[in-house]
């Protein structure tokens, strides 16, 4: 077994979005690329906005997605516990061993203090950026006051490291100021909690968006204040809004939730966020186990990638359609709750609906697309598009409609090709076209002007159904001028 432990941490204070998905996933690749660990882990320290309600979410996404963890929330494991805020007393033991190594101190300075500072400086140098000077650096306050554990920054030196994707970092330590590693609460800042957690987790690569690689020089500087061995670095391109700002709500539909809904793919979502930052030289489509054999950090970019609403459709839609990427039975039971959502009763026959799913699966790009075009077979009666009946349920072609109705009946065996024969050697006596009664008959059949091969439609529909709907469609076509039915 490889010992390569990765995760993902997010944050319970919402839905999840996307992006973090896409984190996700470079994680989730990696390990199962390398036979290592996938961890879960929940960072709830922003107790005001993190709810049960918002893990609950983030777990029936990943879920849904497909992106199983190995431990973590309900998987557990020996790390544990997977939740922050249930960690509080490992952050304040490396704490107090940072204070004891010199590393950190306590800082007495209040709100109101550092408020003071910042407007003294501000008076000085309206340009200049604020930094904390260190006023407790030395001072060796006891842990009887109310204070903050800063970290002591070294004041010469840089971090340097190697980043998978971006190559060398180097960051000046001096361009550092004595960050809050724990407040007065015991609740842990962010970089300080994600260090300890990862240290004690043993994760050996973090990987995570590039906005997070401002984080990284005060997290390697906690690792050799504590004399553990530093993880590897892998810092992602930002997915961004065709606009180029950093994509949000307001851009569309950014959380799994909302995908889930439309009636995307787990795998049509995993493949499209995938080319956020990874490619394969110009593949773009690729299967769950194909991406796990084709990941490599090496081939990681580091350009930003805008978010293309068309792209993404078109990803799922050769989800949708590819029978290698997703099974008939699959298909069959992810679209059932569309199905199901339209009030429409399914066919007591799995072969049937089966059947039915064929006629659709090339056209529809989402589940809810593929429910839209299966609902004509599955009603009573079709809601009709009265636009399309005006157009072609007209009274000079009641006659060819019933002609093309008896045809149908006088066919050896219900099936289409059969049916498709039948109608052809009418056609040839009458001295006719299939042009000239198709969307009528289309229309009686469906209630619409466009749908799959009419002769798919008859198929899958069956005598007794195809019958009857031509009859009334005939009857209203010949009632269109006042005509005798």
């Known amino acids: 077994m490889s010992d390569v432990r990765v995760r993902f941490a997010p944050s319970p204070t919402g839905y999840l979005h996307i992006g973090g998905v896409r984190t996700a996933l470079f994680n989730w690749l990696w390990a199962r690329k390398t036979g290592g660990k996938f961890v879960l882990r929940i960072e709830d320290t922003d107790q005001e906005r993190s709810t049960p309600e918002s893990t609950a979410i983030i777990l029936e996404s990943l879920r849904w997605l497909g992106l199983t963890w190995d431990e973590g929330p309900e998987a557990g494991g020996d790390h544990g516990p997977y939740v922050q805020t249930e960690r509080l007393v490992l952050y304040k033991q490396y704490s107090e061993r940072l204070i004891a190594s010199g590393r950190a101190y306590r800082c007495v300075c209040t709100k109101a203090d550092l408020d003071a500072q910042r407007e003294a400086l501000k008076a000085r140098d309206p340009k200049a950026n604020f930094r904390y000077p260190g006023t407790c650096r030395d001072k060796g306050h006891g842990a009887h006051e109310p204070h903050v554990v800063r970290f002591t920054v070294p004041r010469d030196g840089a971090v340097v490291y190697t980043d998978k994707v971006f190559g060398e970092v180097r960051t000046p330590n001096g361009a550092q100021q004595d960050f809050v590693i724990l407040r007065g609460d015991g609740v842990p800042l962010y970089n300080f909690g994600a260090v300890v957690d990862d240290l004690t987790m043993g994760i050996t ?257 069956g005598r007794s159904v195809s019958l009857a709907r031509l009859e009334a469609g005939r009857i209203r076509a010949a009632a269109a001028l006042g005509a005798s039915p």
Not at 292 to 313: H, N
Not at 359 to 371: H, I, P, Q
Request: aromatic fraction near 8%.
């Open 205 to 461: 690569l973090v990987a995570r968006g590039r906005d997070h690689m401002v984080n990284t020089p005060p997290q390697i500087l906690l690792y050799e204040a504590l004399d553990a061995p530093v993880p590897s670095f892998a810092h992602l391109p930002m997915m961004l809004a065709p606009s180029g700002e950093k994509l949000s709500k307001r851009h569309g539909a950014v959380s799994v939730t909302e995908y889930r809904e439309k009636g995307y793919t787990p795998e049509g979502v995993l493949n499209y966020l995938v080319r956020f930052g990874w490619s394969c030289g110009d593949r773009e489509i690729f299967s769950m186990d194909e991406l796990v054999e084709a990941f490599t950090w090496e081939t990681c970019g580091r350009g930003d990638g805008k978010f293309d609403a068309k792209k993404f459709l078109a990803v799922n839609h050769e989800h949708m359609k590819l029978e290698r990427l997703q099974t008939a039975s699959t298909y069959a039971s992810r679209a059932k709750p569309f199905l199901l959502a339209r009030s429409l009763p399914l066919p007591s026959s799995e072969a049937t609906l089966d059947a039915a799913l064929k006629t659709v699966r090339d056209r529809s790009r989402t589940f809810t697309e593929a429910a839209e075009a299966l609902d004509f077979y599955f009603r009573a009666e079709p809601v009709v598009d009265e636009i399309a009946a005006a157009k072609f349920l007209v009274a000079p072609v009641a006659e060819r409609m019933g002609g093309f109705a008896g045809a149908l009946a006088a066919a050896n065996e219900w099936a289409e090709k059969p049916l498709e024969e039948a109608v052809h050697a009418w056609l040839m006596r009458e001295n006719l076209q299939i042009k000239d009664v198709a969307q009528a008959c289309r229309v009686a059949l469906t209630g619409r002007s466009a749908s799959p091969g009419l002769f798919e439609v008859l198929a899958v529909l």
